[in-house]
């Protein structure tokens, strides 16, 4: 099951998926849409998932934003997923909005948490791919903009990440980018140093930008991905 970042879309995942379906790996991307119902979105694929593939095992892919709710849903339903995978996970931020932005932004959930602020990130921090820059570019699912209520959810879900990780049982991969513009790589390791099971790794890719599953290089990541997998089923 794939789950996409802040901004992205089920579109991103297809040469992923393209690349698990030629080793007989079903793929099942989650669409995020209102951040209230992120888990819930997850759950209703995944009750697909189960129902079409019994017996099979069933892993979590999730991407920057996708990541860090699907360490969470992992932590608040253990053992629903037999893996997890945390491809650049949005722990903490390296994109800083202005002070003035923030104060806009909590005084806005008083009065209108559906006001939307643009989130300063391009295709260019993204992907070293200009191709495929230039694809986000043009593609009209691609959005900068989030909710208030969403980007005051999304550093409540970084705290709380911080504070209950060390209670995550499920088997996990974090691969993480060497050059991320969006999120905090080093945050990202302290995470995965907190977390106490044993079935954990973690590879980084040190020329990498953010969004490993679309960057130059991408084949690796998707090899070590279906390897780690493969170990587990």
Same mark, same amino acid.
Request: charged fraction near 25%; include cysteine.
């Given at each position: ?16 998926? #393209? ?7 079903? %793929? ?12 819930? #979105? ?9 129902? !079409? ?5 069933? @892993?979590?892919?999730?991407? %920057? ?15 629903? @997923? ?7 996970? $949005? @722990? $903490? ?7 003035? !932005? ?7 959930? @008083?009065?209108?948490?559906?006001? !939307?602020?643009?989130?300063?990130? #391009?295709? %260019?921090?993204?992907?070293?791919? $200009? ?7 043009? #593609?009209? +699912?691609? %959005? +900068? ?81 279906? +390897?780690?997998?493969?170990? +587990?089923?």
């Amino acid at each position: 099951m794939l789950v996409h970042g802040l901004g992205a879309h089920t579109g991103r995942w297809e040469m992923l998926s #393209d690349f698990f379906l030629k080793h007989g790996v079903s %793929s099942y991307a989650v669409e995020m849409h209102a951040p209230a119902a992120y888990y819930r #979105d997850i759950l209703r694929i995944y009750a697909v998932a189960a129902k !079409e593939n019994p017996k099979k095992k069933i @892993f979590l892919v999730g991407e %920057s934003l996708g990541a860090l709710v699907s360490f969470l849903l992992c932590i608040d339903r253990p053992g629903l @997923f037999d893996g997890l995978v945390c491809i650049s996970p $949005a @722990f $903490a931020n390296r994109i800083k909005l202005a002070p003035s !932005e923030y104060v806009k932004m909590f005084a806005s959930l @008083f009065y209108n948490p559906g006001k !939307e602020f643009r989130v300063p990130f #391009d295709s %260019s921090m993204c992907t070293r791919d $200009a191709d495929y820059r230039n694809r986000m570019d043009q #593609d009209v +699912r691609e %959005s +900068r903009m989030a909710p208030s209520g969403l980007l005051v959810r999304i550093l409540l879900s970084q705290f709380r990440a911080a504070v209950v990780k060390s209670a995550l049982r499920t088997p996990v991969l974090f691969l993480a980018s060497g050059e991320d513009k969006i999120v905090d790589s080093q945050a990202t390791k302290r995470i995965f140093a907190g977390l106490v099971l044993k079935d954990k790794t973690m590879i980084e890719y040190p020329d990498m930008y953010h969004a490993l599953s679309i960057d130059i290089g991408k084949e690796k990541v998707f090899e070590d991905m279906l +390897r780690w997998v493969e170990k +587990r089923l």
